[in-house]
């Protein structure tokens, strides 16, 4: 795109109507200039409303039937909201799993990808949604990141969570544990060490330094604790050397994430989601976001869930969600300067 042609607005998807998604979208919108461009919300005006109520704040909430109608500037604190399907009822459950709430969440995520795939938005922000209320509405995606790349159509994607501390990105995601490691095949590291190495020259790193955490203790202690670190996941990261990547590993998974952390590596892949997750999140929610590798459109999230245990408190902290637009905001930019 043109540097002299404005970007289209960036959505964000409400999440989960019952979880902390509208309470954070309503206070998020008042942490903003004035003088800013509103907030597009792809959700349901009856929720925010409802949040904002239960808050005592009172953003402008307006209802818009397409992105064009967003005015430019000058609105920073009122939210826009394209409203999909029907509203939902003012006293639905708030902090339950609702399969009419998990229906909501996914037809607002369905809404922002025909709208990024046809170029009406310029990135997706999303709220979190609740897998256990998105199942019950009979979706079978896991979560996020596999709806977007199924309907964008790729199977070349994956999961970075970052903060300003670390970056991690995920060799299998929304997988039991056993299958996790079953994942685990030569194919599925080369993707992740590619994408980790992809991620980070999207930031601007020019000579990514990529580490690859092992699967078992020790990265296998020379076959004392398992093969597949020296059987699977060595060679892959040799293939990837070959390719140019600057990988190394397997290293032991405990202390990959300590040695990343003060700057020996810019990323680490890891085998499974709670051992790229955990050190993430133990370093606070509030920094955090998750970045969708690979789709064709752009894509950030917050870090956390819809946190059922606050919902409807005033407790949340939107300090994730700011991240993630600021970061979408940071790579729509970068996008018009290629
Ligand atoms: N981006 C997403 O859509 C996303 C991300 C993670 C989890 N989830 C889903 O959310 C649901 C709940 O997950 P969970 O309970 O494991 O994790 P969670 O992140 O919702 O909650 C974990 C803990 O962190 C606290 N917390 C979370 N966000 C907070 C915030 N913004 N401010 C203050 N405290 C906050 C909660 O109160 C809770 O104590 C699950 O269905 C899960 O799959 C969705
Ligand atoms: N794995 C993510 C996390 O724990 O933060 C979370 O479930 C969100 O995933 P999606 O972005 O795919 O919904």
């Known amino acids: 795109m043109s540097a002299l042609q404005p970007a289209p607005p960036i959505a964000i998807t409400m999440g989960d109507p019952a979880g902390i998604g509208p309470e954070i979208i309503v206070r998020l919108a008042l942490t903003r200039a004035p003088e800013q461009a509103p907030l597009l919300i792809i959700?349901?005006?009856?929720?925010?409303r409802r949040a904002a109520t239960?808050?005592?704040?009172?953003?402008a909430i307006e209802t818009i039937a397409h992105p064009s109608e967003l005015p430019d500037s000058g609105q920073g604190q009122a939210l826009y909201v394209l409203q999909t399907g029907e509203a939902l009822p003012v006293d639905l459950p708030i902090g339950r799993v609702d399969a009419r709430a998990g229906a909501a969440a996914y037809a607002y995520v369905s809404r922002a990808i025909d709208l990024a795939l046809?170029?009406?938005i310029a990135a997706i922000v999303t709220a979190p949604i609740n897998k256990a209320a998105l199942a019950l509405a009979g979706v079978v995606y896991p979560g996020h990141t596999e709806i977007l790349a199924d309907r964008a159509g790729t199977k070349d994607f994956g999961m970075m969570l970052a903060n300003r501390e670390l970056r991690v990105m995920l060799v299998s995601i929304h997988l039991s544990l056993r299958n996790a490691i079953a994942a685990v095949n030569q194919e599925s590291e080369l993707r992740a060490i590619r994408l980790a190495a992809r991620a980070c020259r999207?930031?601007?790193i020019q000579a990514p330094r990529v580490a690859v955490a092992g699967l078992n203790p020790h990265a296998g202690e020379g076959g004392l604790f398992g093969d597949e670190d020296a059987a699977i996941i060595a060679p892959a990261i040799e293939r990837a050397r070959a390719e140019g990547i600057d990988a190394c590993g397997p290293l032991p998974g405990d202390t990959v994430f300590m040695n990343a952390r003060r700057g020996d590596f810019d990323i680490v892949v890891a085998q499974y989601h709670d051992q790229g997750l955990i050190p993430i999140k133990y370093l606070g929610l509030d920094e955090g976001i998750n970045i969708t590798v690979g789709l064709p459109f752009i894509r950030t999230s917050v870090d956390h869930g819809t946190a059922f245990d606050i919902a409807g408190q005033g407790r949340a902290d939107p300090a994730s969600l700011a991240e993630a637009l600021a970061c979408a905001e940071a790579m729509v930019r970068a996008a018009q300067h290629d």
């Open 54 to 59: 239960h808050m005592a704040l009172r953003p």
């Open 202 to 204: 999207d930031l601007g």
């Open 118 to 120: 046809s170029g009406e």
């Open 43 to 48: 959700g349901d005006a009856t929720i925010l």
